[in-house]
């Protein structure tokens, strides 16, 4: 069985705030793989990140960066310093291998960034 | 440039009515998934296809019916058997069936029943 639990709804920040979004999973396999994915308003999901379970280093990516810490099974998403722009619905997702060369593919519920100017 | 396509962007149904969905990839992938998203809710796969000729059900399936004649192309039918048809319905895909692809998503069609 395999889970994806965002636990914060909505968050609402004001601008230049900065702002962690959380991600646990579960899963027993020890080969998958975690993602980050924007909704902005206009709807279409915007790929930002995808992390494999062997590695556990952090990423940074201009404002973004996310903590990936296997003890924990967590995928946590920062945003420094954020912008109005960054005003959207977040998931993360978990890919788990299947047979014949198959996956199974989980979105989380979704948190909802709201940044106030 | 490369990319999802789907069309239309808002459509609008009578109730008893079937509508087909489209979405066209030029990404040379050879999976793709349609989901369905309710008004703040997460996403629920509806149906997937590996590659071309086959297609497979998701969570969601009852209701709806897809084909994959063409590897570019994966259109979705909403028929007069879904009870509540109305939502956000995205379309993705990905290089391969297999853990570890990210999927690309097309900028979703609005589908509302009158």
């Known amino acids: 069985a395999q889970k994806v639990t965002q636990a914060q709804t909505e968050i609402s920040v004001v601008e230049k705030e900065d702002v962690t979004l959380d991600c646990v999973y579960e899963t027993r396999d020890t080969t998958y793989y975690l993602f980050w994915y924007k909704q902005p308003p206009s709807g279409e999901l915007v790929f930002l990140i995808r992390r494999n379970s062997f590695d556990e280093q952090n990423e940074i990516s201009g404002r973004y960066s996310w903590n990936f810490q296997k003890s924990t099974s967590s995928f946590n998403f920062t945003i420094t310093a954020s912008q109005v722009v960054d005003s959207a619905v977040y998931f993360c997702a978990l890919s788990e291998a299947r047979d014949n060369y198959g996956q199974n593919f989980v979105f989380g519920p979704g948190t909802r960034l709201s940044v106030l100017p | 440039d490369g990319g999802i396509t789907q069309s239309p962007k808002y459509l609008f149904r009578k109730e008893g009515q079937n509508v087909t969905l489209s979405c066209e990839q030029n990404l040379n992938h050879d999976a793709m998934y349609w989901y369905r998203q309710d008004p703040g809710q997460g996403l629920r796969l509806i149906y997937y296809s590996q590659i071309v000729n086959d297609f497979q059900k998701g969570d969601i399936a009852e209701g709806y019916s897809v084909s994959r004649e063409k590897k570019e192309s994966f259109p979705l039918t909403v028929t007069s058997a879904q009870k509540n048809p109305t939502a956000f319905y995205l379309c993705?895909?990905?290089?391969?069936?297999?853990?570890?692809?990210?999927?690309?998503f097309g900028p979703g069609t609005r589908l509302t029943v009158l």
């Open positions: 993705a895909s990905s290089m391969r069936y297999r853990a570890g692809n990210e999927q690309f």
